[in-house]
């Protein structure tokens, strides 16, 4: 069985609050929701883990808490993915292989968004699918040796 974190940065517990229009209408607990209804439904040998923060140092401990406990990470760093060089470490310090995941299409938004400091060491960025692009970075994870 595979053991998975699906980690959620700042402001991601607003969904279907803030700019529906951008990040739709499902909130977190929803979008938390689907995702194991979908795992259950293609009947994945999976453990899900899910952890939301707003604070850097949250995620950071959490990301070194995989560390020999986790197979993939799948990662919403949120504002953090354009200029946090620190879980951009912490996600290389762990060695296990992460997929940076962003709700809308950040490169088809304003130009601060369309860097990513964590890009070069996730094993693959999924855009602009909503949850859908969740689902996409657990199969690559599911698909990993």
């Known amino acids: 069985m595979k053991k998975i974190l699906i980690m959620n940065g700042p402001n991601l517990n607003m969904l279907g609050i803030r700019e529906p229009g951008v990040y739709g209408n499902m909130s977190l607990g929803d979008m938390n929701d689907f995702i194991r209804a979908e795992v259950e439904k293609k009947n994945y040998d999976v453990e899900l883990e899910f952890f939301q923060s707003n604070h850097e140092g949250a995620l950071i401990d959490k990301l070194h808490e995989c560390y020999n406990r986790k197979n993939g990470i799948i990662l919403n760093a949120?504002?953090?993915?354009?200029?946090?060089?620190?879980?951009?470490d912490a996600i290389s310090s762990v060695g296990i292989p992460c997929v940076e995941v962003h709700l809308?299409?950040?490169?088809?938004r304003e130009e601060f968004r369309h860097v990513s400091v964590v890009?070069?060491?996730c094993v693959a960025q999924i855009c602009g699918k909503g949850v859908q692009g969740y689902m996409e970075a657990l199969e690559i994870l599911m698909e990993a040796q």
Not at 79 to 85: D, G, N, P, V
């Open 104 to 108: 809308s299409d950040i490169h088809a």
């Open 78 to 88: 949120g504002a953090y993915t354009h200029y946090s060089y620190a879980i951009r």
């Open 119 to 121: 890009q070069e060491v």
